[in-house]
C-alpha cells in the first residue's frame, strides 16, 4: 500500500467503499459479489469454467501479438504510483522530446517484420495538447499504411481530439482503469476516476475500439480486485482489449518495495477477465519477465489471448522477441497473424 500521508487530496468527491459497492452493483451486469465468487472457486473450477468460454469464443485459440513503443518518454506531471515516468520521482528515466515521424515508421516496420499484428504509440502525458495530436495522426497514417493495426495511449482525451485521432484511422485507444475505484485514491491524485471513464467515453462515441485493463499486485485485496474486473465488465460494452499488467515496481516509484502478488492469483484474475469479457483479447502485459514460463503457460490455459511482443515495454523490459515465439512454439499456440479465421469481436 501506498503512503497515503504523501498523496494529495483527491479531487472528487470521496466516496466509501461501501457506496461504490452498493453503485457498482445497482447499475446492472455483473455483481461484484458475482465476480468475487468466481475468484473464491477453487482453482481447477476456475480454470475449467475459464477454458470453456475461451474455447467457445475463440475457437482457434490464437494469441494476438502487440508491439509497444515509448514516442514521448518521461517528465509527466502526473503522481501516478507505480509509474517510472512521473516526473516527480526520483527514477532512471531521462524526460525525451516526442519522437519523430520516421523513427516510429522505422519501428513499426521492424514490428511487423517480426510478426506482430498491432503497433501501440505510449506517450508519458497527462492529457495531449492538439499539437501533439497532429503529431500524431501523421504517426497513425503511417503505421497503418505498413498494413498494421494501430493502437494509441495519450492520456486524457477531449472528445474532438479522440474524433481526430479516429479519423486518421487509429483503431484502438488504450486506457486505463486500472483498479477498483476505492483502491484508485490510494494509488493517484492527479485525475480521479470518472475522468478515465469520461476519456474511454470519448473514445467510443468517436468509433475506435477500446483497450482499457489495469494492473494488479499494488497491494489491493481480492475484493479490490474483483470489483476492478466489475468495472470493466460492466463498461457497455466491455473493452476490445484487455491488458492485464502485473506490477512492476520500479525503484524510486513509490510501490517499489511492493510484495509480488501470489502468481496462482494473478491466474485467478486472467481466468476472471475471460469469463466476465468472453469476446474480449486478453492481455498479458507488463510483468511477463517475472512471471515466468510456467505461470504464463497458466495464464494461456485461463484465457490470456493476447501478450506485448518485443524486448521493451516503455522503459521497462520484456521478453525478447525469440523467447516468445519458442514459448508459443512449445505450448504449440498459433499467433494470430497466422491464422485466418478469428471470431469478430
Ligand atoms: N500516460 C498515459 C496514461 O497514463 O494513460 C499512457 C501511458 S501509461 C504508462 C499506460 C499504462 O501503463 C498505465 O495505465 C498502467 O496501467 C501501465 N503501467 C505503467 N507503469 C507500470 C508499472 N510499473 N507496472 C505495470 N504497469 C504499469
Ligand atoms: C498497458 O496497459 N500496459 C502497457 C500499455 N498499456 C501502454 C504499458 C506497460 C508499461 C510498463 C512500465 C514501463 O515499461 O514503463
Ligand atoms: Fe503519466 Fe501515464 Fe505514467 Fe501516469 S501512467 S505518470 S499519466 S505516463
Known amino acids: 500500500m501506498l503512503d497515503t500521508q504523501t498523496v494529495e487530496k483527491p479531487l472528487t468527491q ?16 455483473w455483481t461484484v459479489a458475482q465476480v468475487e465468487a468466481l475468484f473464491d472457486l ?3 473450477e476456475l480454470m475449467h469454467r475459464a477454458q470453456e468460454t475461451h474455447k467457445a469464443y475463440f475457437p482457434e485459440g490464437d494469441v494476438e501479438l502487440a508491439t509497444l513503443l515509448s514516442i514521448k ?5 502526473e503522481d501516478c504510483g507505480y509509474c ?17 515521424l520516421e ?3 522505422e519501428a513499426a516496420k521492424a514490428a511487423k517484420a517480426a510478426g506482430s499484428n498491432r503497433f501501440c504509440m505510449g506517450a508519458a502525458w497527462r492529457e495531449p495538447k492538439d499539437r501533439d495530436i497532429e503529431k500524431v495522426t501523421a504517426m497513425i497514417k503511417g503505421v497503418k499504411a505498413l498494413g498494421l493495426e494501430t493502437c494509441a495511449t495519450l492520456g486524457m482525451l477531449e472528445a474532438d481530439q479522440a474524433q481526430a485521432l479516429s479519423d486518421a484511422g487509429l483503431d484502438f485507444y488504450n486506457h486505463n482503469l486500472d483498479t477498483s475505484e476505492d483502491f484508485y ?5 492527479t485525475r480521479g476516476y470518472q475522468d478515465r471513464l469520461d476519456t474511454i467515453s470519448h473514445v467510443r462515441s468517436a468509433g475506435m475500439s477500446v483497450c482499457c485493463g489495469g494492473i494488479v499486485g499494488m497491494g489491493e485485496s481480492r475484493e479490490q480486485r474483483a470489483a476492478f474486473l466489475t468495472r470493466l465488465a460492466n463498461l457497455s460494452p466491455y473493452p476490445e482489449s484487455v491488458p492485464i499488467n502485473h506490477l512492476v515496481p520500479v525503484a524510486g516509484t513509490p510501490l517499489a518495495e511492493q510484495k509480488p502478488l501470489d502468481p496462482l492469483e494473478f491466474v485467478r484474475t486472467i ?12 492481455r498479458l502485459s507488463a510483468g511477463r519477465q517475472e512471471l515466468g514460463r510456467a505461470v504464463q503457460a497458466m495464464c494461456f490455459l485461463a484465457g490470456a489471448n493476447s501478450i506485448f511482443y518485443g524486448e521493451q515495454l516503455l522503459t521497462t523490459g520484456n521478453p525478447e522477441a525469440e523467447q516468445d515465439r519458442e514459448l508459443l512454439a512449445e505450448l504449440g499456440l498459433k499467433t494470430k497473424q497466422s ?3 478469428e471470431v469478430l469481436v
Open 14 to 29: 470521496v466516496k466509501s467503499k461501501a457506496d461504490l459497492r452498493k453503485e457498482l452493483d445497482a447499475a446492472g451486469g
Open 185 to 189: 485514491r490510494s494509488v493517484i491524485s
Open 339 to 341: 491464422c485466418k479465421a
Open 84 to 100: 517510472p515516468q512521473a516526473a516527480r520521482y526520483d527514477t532512471d528515466v531521462k524526460a525525451e522530446k516526442l519522437m519523430g
Open 42 to 44: 477453487p482453482f481447477n
Open 73 to 77: 518518454t518521461g517528465g509527466c506531471p
Open 271 to 282: 481466468a476472471v477477465a475471460r469469463i466476465t469479457m468472453p469476446k474480449a483479447r486478453v
Open 103 to 105: 523513427e516510429v515508421l
